[in-house]
């Protein structure tokens, strides 16, 4: 059974950095997708960038393309997602999650495996 734990939320200025970093428990097979998910309140889960180990594929929404980045170490095997030039609408509960079947997909509920999230507060 995969668990996940997500990690490395915190504060920050606009502007800011953080890194975010999923520990991954169990075996994950190369050929699935993991997902970094996003929630504001009362908004919806969505989807903000993908990674498949198998090509080291990887997929971002157009919200965080060029301020997101998604890794992953394999010898921890963690998950990480590098934000820089963070905004105020980045404020989120930010979770990973893993694909339940093969392909890519960006929809929330193609995913499980969720973690408790980690919470990610950009102020102006």
């Known amino acids: 059974q995969v668990q996940l734990a997500e990690s490395g939320g915190g504060s920050v200025q606009t502007g800011g950095s953080l890194r975010l970093s999923c520990a991954v428990s169990g075996v994950i097979d190369r050929r699935r997708w993991m997902g970094w998910f996003r929630q504001a309140p009362g908004k919806e889960r969505e989807g903000v960038a993908f990674?498949?180990?198998?090509?080291?594929?990887?997929f971002y929404t157009e919200s965080v393309q060029g301020r997101f980045t998604i890794a992953q170490d394999k010898i921890t095997n963690t998950l990480y997602l590098q934000m820089d030039s963070l905004k105020p609408e980045d404020t989120a509960m930010y979770y990973c999650a893993v694909r339940a079947d093969w392909g890519f997909s960006f929809r929330t509920e193609d995913y499980g495996n969720w973690g408790q999230g980690t919470q990610v507060t950009v102020s102006s």
């Open positions: 990674r498949r180990d198998l090509g080291g594929s990887t």
